[in-house]
């Protein structure tokens, strides 16, 4: 997990970039939310991304896309599956890098 110092209170905060695809991720929203983050990370690369609320729950990514080709399969269940098994190969590798174990990322 990578983490952050909270803005507004001081205090170290652990997150996983999976959870900006987990409609129940960051404390169910309820915590600091990262998705958009992580969404920047893949738009650094390139990639268009989406992201929308999830009822009254998360920010999550809804599409990631280039050249008008869609990385996130058709049937996914948004919100609900684990991202390591439906993104492509090259894109877990690259969130992967962009948010280590154990380094500090800035919201």
């Known amino acids: 997990m990578s983490f952050c110092i909270c803005t507004t209170c001081g205090s ?6 999976e959870e900006a ?3 129940f991720g ?7 939310v990262m998705t958009e983050t992580v969404a920047d ?3 650094a690369a390139d990639f268009t991304v989406r992201t929308e609320v999830f009822g009254f729950h998360n920010l999550v ?7 008008g080709r869609s990385f996130i399969p058709d049937g996914t269940s948004l919100g609900y599956a684990d991202p390591r098994a439906y993104l492509p190969d090259d894109i877990v590798p ?9 380094a500090e990322v800035q919201p």
Do not use: S, V
């Open 21 to 23: 695809f987990d409609k």
């Open 41 to 43: 990370a893949l738009r």
């Open 94 to 102: 690259l969130l992967d890098a962009a948010f280590p174990e154990h």
């Open 61 to 67: 990514i809804t599409a990631i896309e280039r050249d």
């Open 26 to 32: 960051f404390h169910d929203g309820d915590g600091l």
């Open 12 to 17: 170290r905060y652990a997150w996983a970039w």
